[in-house]
């Protein structure tokens, strides 16, 4: 509140046709123009060539390549070239946007003071009731918790659903089930291959050395 009325005191005491920003605006654009080199075409339609780089500028759709004219609403360095070799003045292209004129009308209301709360009128109505409450956190549930529709199945191209897989026992090493309601005896797990390459001694790798030794035991027994 306190800043709109601010910008509506700002805007009453400004004397110059468009704002402090646009004014910026407009003279960087005419400064960077000196930097341009313009070739004429037919149509009203302008080519510009700026640090090796080449833009179309159509004056009548106020456009150009960079497309900062059509969205800022100020032309820049290439339409301003264009409209400084027309004899133009760069002012006449800019939107009505950033006029004084509309500057004032945005901040000529402004926003209203509010009474406190206790000042309030009272209606004879029920107060605001809290929201229903619901099971689980609010938003959309995640992925893995989100339930199947449906026409959905549980598998997809590469995952299958529990129903159709085959559960191996950590036990016994049998198929059909698992280690709880497991009655045979326990079978010891073969020892994991050690990641990596494996290290040379005496230049006989370790894996070489366990299957020398395989061999041996197999033909002693």
């Not at 939107?95 to 003071?113: A, F, L, M």
């Not at 509010?114 to 209606?123: N, S, T």
């Amino acid at each position: 509140m306190v800043r709109n009325a601010k910008r509506s005191i700002i805007a009453e005491r400004l004397k110059t046709r468009f704002t402090r920003r646009a004014h910026c605006e407009i003279e960087k654009a005419i400064n960077g123009s000196q930097h341009c080199i313009r070739y004429m075409a037919r149509n009203n339609f302008h080519e510009v060539e700026l640090n090796n780089v080449n833009y179309v500028v159509d004056m009548n759709e106020k456009t150009c390549g960079c497309r900062k004219w059509q969205m800022v609403g100020i032309p820049c360095v290439h339409a301003a070239s264009v409209i400084i070799g027309k004899k133009e003045k760069v002012e006449a292209y800019v939107n009505e946007y950033y006029t004084t004129k509309k500057w004032r009308e945005t901040y000529k209301d402004g926003i209203k003071p509010v009474q406190g709360m206790m000042l309030w009128p009272r209606l004879n109505r029920l107060a605001v009731l809290p929201p229903p409450w619901r099971r689980g956190n609010p938003g959309r549930p995640s992925n893995y918790a989100r339930r199947k529709g449906r026409n959905k199945t549980g598998s997809t191209r590469t995952t299958l659903t529990r129903r159709k897989r085959v559960v191996t026992c950590s036990n016994c090493k049998e198929d059909g089930h698992n280690k709880q309601g497991c009655k045979n005896p326990s079978v010891e797990s073969q020892p994991k291959r050690p990641r990596g390459r494996p290290k040379k001694q005496g230049g006989v790798s370790q894996l070489q050395q366990g299957s020398q030794a395989q061999g041996s035991q197999s033909q002693q027994g």
